[in-house]
Every structure is written in structure tokens, then in C-alpha cells.
């Protein structure tokens, strides 16, 4: 290694068979995780919220840059000026206007199973809409100007941890991606470095909430790991 200031580095030592257990059992209240398209307006502190995205922010990422941004929306009027842009380019990609569909045929064919289309009431419903921003520049520093680097991957890990500790803190969630995203940069009042890169909706699900039997069908181990 190069010389570079450090300190030391350890963890609580545990016997393999406690970190088997441990492993298995997060494992295990993960698979209790679906998407939710269905939520009530049901409450929600905004502790929990403060403390996943502070779980999400110990992402690893490109040069400890930490090129995230997450604009927490809960306001009625936000939330409803989100739910009206998304919809009108969900509509666009769904071919609700009469309009050729954006989508291709075998996209929407590939949706069908999840039964999902144009109408997202969701972003009105749920208590707490967490915009993720991907920060193209700006370094630790957020200057708007430095180069960051593996921005999509270090934030897609980071919204992976913040859905995993929404989980855990027992709530639902839904990353939602209208495409093309660009107005949420708008109504979020954020610079033209940062790429807006999915919404996570967090709630509670709506009594008689159901989810596609599609989605429950997970590959199984031998099929998405191979050793070598
Ligand atoms: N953004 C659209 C379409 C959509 C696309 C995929 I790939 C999904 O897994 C789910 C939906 C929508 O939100 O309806």
C-alpha cells in the first residue's frame, strides 16, 4: 500500500457457527421484503427515516465521495406535484392517451404479471417519498465540480441499504422509476449535476394490500451463484 493515514480496523470476533446463524437469520426476515404498490396514509416517524438514510450513507462508494443525495418529501403539495408528473409520463409510456405506447410491446408483456400501469396514487398516500439523487460531480465537499466515480453503482448499493433498514424498521416500500425522471430535479430544487434515480416510497401497506404472485418467485441459490 501506498503510504496514507490510518487507524486500526477490527471486528467483534463470533464462532462460525454464530455467524452462520446470524447470516441465516437476516437472510431470512429479508426474504419477508416485497415491493408494495398499495399503502395508507398510516404515519410514520421521522426518526426512522433520519436513521435509514443515515444507514444508506455508510455506503461503500467511489473515492469515499459519497455521491448521494436523498430529498425527503412529505409535504401534500409536493407529493401530489410528484404524483402528477410521474403519472403524466407514466401515461406516455403506458399508451393510456390514445398515443402509441413508449414502452415495446415485450416490455409491457414482461410487466403484465405485476398488473402495474399509469395510475400511481401511492405517491400521494404514503407518508414519506425519499428522492434519490445520484451526484455526478461535486466530492466529498459538494462543490458541483469535482469528478465523482462509479456514481450509479455506489448509489444503487446505497439505496439497497437504505430499503434493507426500512425493512427491518418494518415499513413498506416501493422503488418507483418514471422515466424520463427529470422533473423530480425541479420540484426538488436540486442542481443540474444530480440525476434523480428512483423514488422510494415508504409506508405502511393499505389493509387488504396484495402483492403479484410473480414477484414470489425468487432463482434459487444454484442458479444466481456458481464457486470456483
Ligand atoms: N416505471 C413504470 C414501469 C415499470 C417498469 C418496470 I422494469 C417495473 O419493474 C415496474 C414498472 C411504472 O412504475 O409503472
Known amino acids: 500500500m501506498r503510504d496514507h493515514e490510518t487507524v486500526p480496523y477490527s471486528l467483534p470476533a463470533i464462532t462460525d457457527e454464530d455467524s452462520i446463524n446470524r447470516a441465516r437469520s437476516l437472510r431470512d426476515r429479508l426474504k419477508q421484503r416485497r415491493t408494495c404498490r398499495y399503502f395508507s396514509d398510516k404515519p410514520v416517524p421521522r426518526e426512522v427515516i433520519e436513521a435509514a438514510i443515515e444507514a444508506a450513507g455508510t455506503a461503500p462508494n467511489g473515492a469515499n465521495h459519497q455521491p448521494w443525495h436523498f430529498a425527503v418529501?412529505?409535504?401534500p403539495e409536493k407529493k401530489r406535484a410528484i404524483r402528477e408528473a410521474a403519472e403524466e409520463e407514466e401515461r406516455k409510456f403506458y399508451g393510456a392517451d390514445k398515443d402509441k405506447a413508449k414502452?415495446?410491446?415485450?416490455?409491457?408483456?414482461?410487466?403484465?404479471?405485476?398488473?402495474t400501469d399509469e395510475d400511481k396514487p401511492f405517491l400521494e398516500t404514503a407518508p414519506w417519498?425519499?428522492?434519490?439523487f445520484a451526484q455526478r460531480k461535486g466530492g466529498i465537499e459538494e462543490d458541483g465540480k469535482t469528478q465523482n466515480y462509479y456514481v450509479n453503482e455506489?448509489?444503487?448499493i446505497a439505496c439497497g441499504m437504505?430499503?434493507?433498514?426500512?425493512?427491518?424498521a418494518g415499513l413498506a416500500t416501493l422503488t418507483h422509476t418514471p422515466s424520463p425522471m427529470g422533473f423530480?430535479?425541479?420540484i426538488c430544487g436540486r442542481p443540474d449535476w444530480e440525476k434523480p434515480l428512483m423514488v422510494v416510497v415508504v409506508g405502511h401497506p393499505e389493509e387488504g394490500a396484495t402483492v403479484p404472485v410473480h414477484a414470489l418467485q425468487k432463482k434459487p441459490l444454484d442458479q444466481i451463484a456458481s464457486w470456483l
Open 103 to 115: 414502452a415495446s410491446e415485450e416490455w409491457l408483456d414482461a410487466l403484465a404479471p405485476l398488473g
Open 129 to 132: 417519498l425519499i428522492v434519490v
Open 154 to 156: 455506489s448509489v444503487g
Open 184 to 186: 423530480l430535479r425541479e
Open 162 to 168: 437504505l430499503i434493507a433498514t426500512l425493512h427491518e
Open 73 to 75: 418529501v412529505s409535504s
